[in-house]
């Protein structure tokens, strides 16, 4: 079973940055995707950025030129780079994982289709 601890999240001023880390543990295979989503108050969670063993990424519009998604293999570890944060962007963010494929894409994230969830870290920016 893949468990997923999210870190990182705290209250920051906009323009501010922040940096979320998602640790992973118990794959089975060293090939996988994971990706970060989000969750603002009353409003459906969303895919925000996701990134392959084989490299590949893909990012939301709304986070593009702002966010930067990057990984540890060796540590099973992804990272989530928040700068020119916006109050908009204030919401619980969830890491997220697969081990069925390699690969991510905008489908998958505007999908969530992810097999294993952390339990969210909050992200509040004040303005």
């Known amino acids: 079973e893949v468990q997923l601890v999210e870190s990182g999240g705290g209250l920051v001023q906009a323009g501010g940055s922040l940096r979320l880390s998602c640790a992973a543990s118990?794959?089975?295979?060293?090939?996988?995707?994971m990706g970060w989503f989000r969750q603002a108050p009353g409003k459906e969670r969303e895919g925000v950025s996701c990134?392959?063993?084989?490299?590949?990424?893909y990012y939301a519009d709304s986070v593009k030129g702002r966010f930067t998604i990057s990984s540890d293999k060796a540590k099973n570890t992804v990272y989530l780079q928040m700068e020119s944060l916006e109050p908009e962007d204030t919401a619980v963010y969830y890491c997220?994982?697969?081990?069925?494929?390699?690969?991510?894409?905008?489908?998958?994230?505007?999908?969530?289709?992810?097999?294993?969830w952390g339990q969210g870290t909050q992200v509040t920016v004040s303005s």
């Open positions: 997220a994982a697969d081990e069925r494929r390699m690969f991510c894409s905008g489908s998958h994230a505007a999908t969530m289709d992810f097999e294993s």
């Open positions: 118990g794959f089975t295979y060293t090939t996988y995707s």
């Open positions: 990134i392959g063993t084989d490299g590949t990424t």
